[in-house]
């Protein structure tokens, strides 16, 4: 059934032709793993501008586990920036569940979020219709 207005999809993994649906970096570990944090959803995001999927999240702070403060709030510099700023996770990863400052500083980021809101609007509007995507690889964006 149709309901009309915006709506949105979100998947775990994708093909070329679904381009246009929101792709999610999938269950990171709440850390600085290289093997599955944060580190793993910089290249998730970099391989899906390449692959054509411009639309993507990630869960900030991790999903996988507790995620320290720092980890929570350098996750939360990284979410500020993409397209998609998703608080989800496994265990409580809200900044609410942090001290004072942690929400402060979260809080910071959300704003710049928004703040970004009609840039990266227009971005995913531009990816749509000429395949750049908003998070672009340096190869991508200087070629």
């Known amino acids: 059934k149709y309901l009309g207005g915006d709506g949105t999809v979100l998947m775990r993994s ?3 032709a679904s381009a246009k649906s929101l792709v999610w970096a999938g269950d990171n570990d709440a850390s600085f793993s290289p093997q599955n944090g944060l580190a793993t959803v910089v290249r998730a995001g970099l391989s899906a ?3 054509g999927m411009f639309l993507w999240g990630h869960d900030v702070g991790g999903y996988l586990g507790s995620a320290s403060k720092e980890v929570l709030l350098r996750w939360a510099q990284l979410g500020a920036f993409s397209p998609v700023m998703n608080q989800f996770g496994q265990s409580n990863k809200g900044p609410w569940d942090y001290d004072a400052e942690a929400l402060s500083v979260y809080r910071v980021f959300a704003k710049l979020h928004m703040t970004l809101f009609p840039t990266l609007y227009s ?3 531009e990816a ?4 750049r995507p908003p998070l672009r690889p340096l190869a991508l964006a200087f070629q």
């Open 14 to 16: 994708a093909f070329g």
């Open 49 to 51: 501008a390449m692959s």
């Open 123 to 125: 971005l995913c509007h």
């Open 128 to 131: 749509a219709h000429h395949g």
